[in-house]
């Protein structure tokens, strides 16, 4: 009979362990070695060269530029702010439009249709100054500045721009104790931070990968890009002649860009000396061949696949908050909105920050997603500086036909540069949207490390306000 | 009369392309399983894209596939379930992306292993092709970005290829969706039997590493007489590889002779999945 089968796996490690013993490490190089020779010897004779060798000059010259230690940084910040100034200059007039239909049109054939049907006024308000009214706001402001920032970001990524960016950044990424693949990983946070952790799983060693994470909330996602954009348009474009002013909002959106590098590596240098030291691991990063890109299908894609699904997020979460906000200005506790009362309680912090109470109750019910911060800024300012004639009312989320006006509502709720400069400042480096600190806790599993990576960015972001203000007063800003 | 464009043929509905049924995301019962491999950044999201239908994400940096994404096609009347693996240099060295590839096609068993290889890189691309080889004889090579090389001046004898490694090779264009009805073909002729693989393994030089090797091949034979890579076994072993000295301890590498990749993919077992959600990147 046959040996039993239990002792037949033990058998075959003990050969195993003596033979290993006998022939030592020289196996694995003589593998490799003769894995190679193999792989060369194959593609030798079946590749044929026809002028006797492959011609990459393009690419090789290309490259020589783009990773370039003169031109390498400069024409990655050239590129970036002309994307940004495109994106500003183009997203006005679509904008525009949009809300001119689905606001100044849409909205009170809605609210009369809601009337003649018998809706009493709480529903009415409810659901097309609260509910739609949100909705409209988002898809206005969000859509058309998506529809031009993601295909052009997707254009320079199948093209084979991005590697180059990790290969600029790896020195610096390595001296602040990170993997340079994190270079990558920030890249994608620029489109969104959710997706962006999910990403970071390229990086093998725990230690850096927890780092990639907790950093990642300083690249600006799609949520923040339009809060950036419209901040920088009304109080950084005001401040020259009007011919540049879409130039000096482009540069000003650059410069938060920059900052939020600045804290990913200040945060990654401080993170590698003290909680999460460790030795920096090599890698190689392959620069891939420039690729011509399918401008159609690239078209195609980063609409139906960025656009529209980031828009949809966006919209599912507005609905529930124009309805929170609706119900928070017209809910009367003595005599005071429960809006009111929060403002009102939340507005000495907020002035210590350069900031007031009205951002910091919009950054409360926009946890879920940033892109409904500014609507709820807008709308809670009309609300208690009551320059009630701009907008609609209590509660009513709204369109302002321009930026001037929204500059006025701005102004009118005691607005200064030094509060549009703290709230851009405060935007880039608060703690991430919910749908993001879950994936941080999928992620990780971790509870611990999900708080860490919300309180983290948001005491920083109040470090940073306190000090900008202080500072900013100083000087006189205000 | 017009002299037909080898190209239009491709598209044309009389081709034997329109056996081709998307199938997207769809579960259910399979006949086959393929597995994709290959060096980071070739095009295998772009391959997988064109036999799904699916839109998996591509882009233009290596890593871009950080987690398995599975999706289905239907061809000929046979339906498959296609898993887009994440791209690695080697099976070799112990990365997670690389564990997750290996231990996929070693103990997901795939019906075909289709290796997508960059035809600009063909030599380093080689060397995965090989250790695949070593560890699965149902494969597919899948010579891709043949546009790009013609436009760097390299050409590859794809005969010559196909002699050398024993396996199909087909060229082919993913971007522009060209030659995919052939790799179709190929992969359905590997899947059915129709094409018996006879893949050229490695030769090791020495003496005594060839006589430890054989002795250690024919004990894994002994143990296991149905496995189909016993050499690849008996070379991780002598290595001293972990992961495969486990599965020999716990029967998962004597159960891989026993049970089929279908029943496997069904049961989930044997397969290590690191998460199932397609990382959409915006």
């Given amino acids: 009979m046959s040996t039993p089968m239990h002792s037949k796996p033990e058998q075959i490690l003990t050969t195993a362990s003596t033979l290993r013993w006998e022939i030592g490490e020289r196996l694995h190089d003589a593998t490799i070695e003769s894995l190679y020779r193999e792989a060369a010897r194959i593609a030798g004779r079946a590749v044929i060269l026809k002028d006797g060798k492959p011609r ?40 525009g439009l949009l809300a001119n239909f689905l606001v100044d049109i849409a909205h009170p054939f809605l609210k009369e249709t809601g009337a003649s049907l018998g809706f009493p006024w709480w529903l009415n308000g409810f659901l097309f100054d609260g509910m739609y009214l949100a909705m409209a706001w988002v898809i206005s402001v969000m859509l058309p500045p998506m529809a031009i920032f993601f295909p052009m970001f997707t254009l320079l990524e199948d093209f084979g721009y991005l590697p ?30 959710a997706a962006a952790i999910i990403s970071t799983r390229v990086i093998d060693s725990p230690r850096e990968r927890l780092i990639a994470i907790l950093t990642n909330n300083f ?29 000096a909002s482009a540069l000003a959106v650059v410069g938060v860009v920059l900052i939020g590098i600045f804290f990913t590596f200040l945060v990654s240098w401080g993170l590698s000396r003290t909680v999460l030291s460790g030795e920096v691991s090599t890698f190689s990063l392959e620069l891939p061949p420039y690729r011509p890109p399918r401008i159609w299908r690239t078209l195609y894609t980063s609409v139906i696949d960025r656009t529209l699904i980031v828009l949809w997020r966006a919209v599912i979460w507005a609905i529930p908050a124009g309805a929170v906000i609706w119900l ?12 009111e009362w929060t403002i009102g309680s939340l507005d000495p912090v907020g002035i210590l920050i350069g900031l007031n109470g009205v951002i910091l109750l919009a950054y409360i019910i926009a946890i879920p997603a940033n892109e409904i911060v500014i609507p709820t800024i807008l709308m809670l300012t009309v609300l208690v500086s009551g320059s009630a004639e701009v907008g609609g009312g209590a509660g009513v989320m709204f369109e302002l036909d321009s930026e001037t006006a929204t500059a006025a509502v701005l102004h009118a709720g005691g ?11 405060f935007s880039l480096l608060h703690n991430p949207c919910s749908t993001t600190l879950y994936t941080i806790y999928k992620e990780t599993g971790s509870a611990r490390w999900t708080w860490v990576s919300a309180l983290l960015p948001l005491a920083i972001a109040f470090i940073v306000s306190f000090f900008v203000a202080q500072i900013g007063r100083m000087v006189g800003l205000e | 009369m017009t002299t037909l464009n080898p190209q239009q043929c491709e598209v044309c509905p009389v081709n034997k392309d329109a056996k081709l049924i998307r199938l997207g995301l769809e579960a259910g019962k399979f006949e086959f399983v393929v597995a994709l491999a290959g060096n980071p950044n070739v095009g295998k999201s772009t391959v997988f894209n064109s036999l799904t239908g699916l839109r998996q994400h591509t882009g233009n940096w290596p890593g871009k596939t950080v987690v398995r994404a599975e999706g289905a096609f239907s061809f000929d009347g046979k339906r498959y379930k296609l898993v887009d693996l994440p ?17 996929f096609i070693l103990f997901g068993q795939p019906d075909v292993t289709v290796v997508v290889v960059d035809a600009t890189r063909l030599e380093r691309n080689l060397n995965l092709v090989l250790q695949v080889l070593e560890i699965t004889e149902k494969a597919v090579v899948c010579l891709n970005l043949i546009d790009e090389a013609k436009r760097h001046g390299i050409v590859v004898d794809e005969r010559a290829l196909m002699r050398d490694l024993g396996v199909p090779v087909i060229p082919t264009a993913a971007r522009a969706d060209q030659g995919i009805p052939a790799l179709l073909q190929a992969i359905a002729e590997v899947a059915t039997g129709a094409f018996v693989c006879k893949p050229k393994r490695f030769p090791i030089e020495s ?11 024919a004990k894994v034979q002994l143990a296991f007489p149905s496995l189909p890579n016993p050499r690849w076994v008996a070379l991780r072993l002598l290595e001293g590889d972990q992961r495969i000295v486990e599965a020999i301890k716990t029967g998962e590498l004597g159960d891989l002779t026993r049970q089929t990749a279908l029943e496997k993919s069904l049961t989930g077992k044997g397969t290590k999945e690191m998460n199932d959600e397609h990382a959409h990147a915006f």
């Fill in chain 1, 56 to 95: 990459f000059s393009f690419d090789r010259t290309l490259d020589r530029l783009v990773t370039s230690r003169v031109f390498g940084f400069p024409l990655m910040f050239l590129m970036l702010a002309v994307v940004f100034w495109i994106t500003i200059e183009g997203a006005n007039v679509p904008s």
């Fill in chain 1, 164 to 193: 180059r960016v990790a290969f600029n950044l790896d020195a610096l990424f390595r001296r602040a104790g990170a993997h340079g693949k994190q270079a990558l990983t920030m890249a994608m946070g620029y489109g969104c931070n």
């Fill in chain 1, 219 to 247: 690249a600006l996602c799609n949520g923040r890009w339009p809060t950036q954009i419209l901040v920088a348009t009304i109080f950084i474009g005001a401040l020259v002649p009007s011919h540049l002013a879409s130039a």
């Fill in chain 1, 328 to 339: 928070v200005s017209n809910i009367q506790i003595g005599g005071e909105s429960i809006a």
């Fill in chain 1, 415 to 425: 607005w200064t540069l030094l509060t549009g400069i703290n709230l851009m400042l």
């Fill in chain 2, 87 to 103: 791209g690695t240099y080697s099976l070799l060295s112990t990365s997670t992306d690389e564990e997750v590839a290996r231990d």
């Fill in chain 2, 207 to 217: 003496g005594v590493l060839r006589k430890a090797i054989s002795k250690m091949t």
